[in-house]
């Protein structure tokens, strides 16, 4: 009974674990420049090439692509505006 118990207490820190490493990734996406964002897309779109890493599912790398494209959209929105403050003129 304690092993089992254990096992599922075990399983949920894991859980947890994962669920805050995806949260930190997110939080550390959407505060990078553009140029690092076109990176990541860029290496992201490469693991859907022929020799890519088959361990990620297509499912996932399509939700990242789709994060990234947002926070991309967000980060140069950013960099426009703080242009626009500073300089008082358009990119």
Same mark, same amino acid.
């Given at each position: 009974?304690?092993?089992?118990?254990?096992?599922?207490?075990?399983?949920?820190?894991?859980? /947890?674990?994962?669920?805050?490493?995806?949260?930190?990734?997110?939080?550390?996406? #959407? /505060?990078?420049?553009?140029?690092?964002?076109?990176?990541?897309? #860029?290496?992201?779109? #490469?693991? /859907?090439?022929?020799?890519?890493?088959?361990?990620?599912?297509?499912?996932?790398?399509?939700?990242?692509?789709?994060?990234?494209?947002?926070?991309?959209?967000?980060?140069?929105?950013? /960099?426009?505006?703080?242009?626009?403050?500073?300089?008082?003129?358009?990119?």
């Amino acid at each position: 009974m304690r092993a089992k118990y254990a096992l599922k207490e075990r399983d949920a820190r894991i859980a /947890e674990l994962i669920v805050h490493s995806v949260w930190n990734v997110l939080d550390l996406i #959407d /505060e990078q420049s553009p140029s690092v964002l076109e990176a990541l897309i #860029d290496y992201t779109k #490469d693991l /859907e090439k022929p020799g890519g890493n088959p361990a990620w599912s297509s499912i996932v790398k399509h939700a990242l692509l789709q994060h990234l494209d947002c926070a991309l959209r967000e980060s140069r929105s950013r /960099e426009h505006e703080l242009f626009r403050a500073l300089t008082g003129q358009e990119m």
